[in-house]
């Protein structure tokens, strides 16, 4: 997904909603306002941001949110655009980069062709350019857009825009097309680019990039012992695992590790290889017809642009914005409000946890080994279990040691 937030700290209840709705691999965001000392917190996600100062405040800013069981590592840009870079292995690996060009600034073609010699190939750029241009969906042409245009034409990069408005001006209502999805040529057929239906308290609306062939990687099952059906995992070992069975196999290890994992999956149940939901008990009922609200309003003005139709959207925008900030709040305080001085040491230490987003998932990075960066999960694998066998292996025993244990 990408996303021009207008502030992640202003817009992040609504970020979190959009997690919890589409569950991206990655999430773009631009004009984020992030300090270098501010700490975000995502369930499940890390972070990788750039921020910009003006006039010592926040200012602009590009960041990319990874979910964690995605093997990912940062990529080190030297630029002067406001962008950050990621590589991520989705059955390929690709470079995904979220960039923001601010309205009042100089787009050259030098700075975006600085940028894209850093980011390996195949490669997805999600940004908001501000970058007016006929060819994905504005209705005039300026210095941006022609810029952009032109490296397009040069380094013949594709456009997943389909000409659908980006872009509402808070001013004067006006819609445009200013947030582009530029990639390979490769990746063009790899992916769908749809509009989100919503502008989810931003003047931006949030961009769904999905993938048409799932890499098929995702959470690992696992088996839940507890819910085992032992009686009969015994029965089915007792009558399958007989000697007389591998007597005659041509492999009877690989035979037996067959035998015990069918029995297993037919007797003890297993997690589900689905993501989990993130979970939001805040957004009730109240916060689903204040969110209905706000889009039927936006969609009103859509077809009747006139400027009561816009200062009604804005009203019913902010309603939806303070909903739910109280919802949350009273959540919260519900939450907290179920501890006391009667409440159990381990029920005290689940509540910090959970307070804390604390979760068992790790960041899945790519390994480096010398000058080469390992990226697949199998490459991965590979190179840890032979370093782990070369570290094990007796040949590292002193001689004195390995010639006592061959006199033996």
Request: one cysteine or more; hydrophobic letters at 35%.
């Amino acid at each position: 997904m990408q996303w021009n937030c207008r502030g992640l700290k202003t817009n992040f209840i609504e970020i979190s909603l959009l997690v919890q709705a589409f569950l991206p691999v990655a999430f773009c965001l631009q004009e984020t306002h992030l300090k270098e000392t501010d700490q975000i917190n995502l369930n499940n996600y890390s972070l990788y941001s750039t921020s910009v100062k003006e006039n010592e405040r926040a200012a602009g800013g590009s960041s990319i949110f990874v979910r964690n069981n995605i093997i990912h590592s940062k990529i080190d840009l030297q630029t002067n655009l406001q962008a950050v870079a990621v590589r991520i292995s989705l059955g390929k690996t690709i470079t995904l980069c979220s960039l923001y060009i601010p309205p009042n600034s100089v787009l050259e073609q030098n700075s975006l062709k600085t940028l894209i010699d850093q980011l390996p190939s195949p490669f997805i750029i999600m940004g908001d350019f501000n970058a007016h241009n006929p060819i994905w969906g504005s209705s005039s042409l300026n210095n941006k857009g022609k810029n952009v245009e032109d490296l397009l034409n040069k380094e013949g990069l594709c456009i997943f825009n389909d000409g659908s408005n980006t872009y509402l001006h808070p001013g004067n209502g006006s819609y445009s097309a200013i947030d582009l999805t530029i990639c390979d040529p490769s990746l063009l057929l790899d992916f769908s680019w749809r509009i989100h239906d919503d502008l989810c308290g931003s003047d931006h609306f949030p961009i769904i990039l999905q993938n048409l062939f799932p890499s098929g990687s995702g959470k690992v099952p696992r088996y839940k012992f507890d819910k085992a059906n032992w009686p009969l995992f015994e029965q089915l070992c007792t009558e399958e695992l007989r000697t007389e069975v591998f007597q005659r196999i041509l492999d009877p290890v690989l035979k037996f590790n067959d035998t015990l994992i069918s029995i297993a999956d037919r007797t003890i149940p297993k997690t589900s290889a689905n993501p989990k939901q993130p979970s939001k008990p805040w957004f009730d009922d109240d916060c689903e017809e204040a969110r209905d609200n706000r889009k039927k309003a936006e969609r009103h003005f859509n077809k009747h642009p006139t400027s009561d139709n816009l200062n009604s959207f804005r009203i019913f925008r902010a309603k939806a914005r303070r909903t739910f900030k109280q919802r949350r709040r009273l959540s919260w305080q519900n939450f907290v409000s179920k501890l006391d001085s009667h409440t159990p040491m381990n029920k005290v230490w689940n509540f910090i946890q959970k307070i804390k987003g604390k979760n068992r998932n790790l960041n899945l990075h790519h390994l480096k080994e010398g000058q080469d960066i390992l990226t697949s999960e199998k490459d991965i694998s590979q190179k840890l279990a032979e370093t782990f066998s070369k570290h094990s292996s007796s040949t590292n025993y002193s001689p004195q040691f390995q010639n006592i244990k061959n006199k033996k």
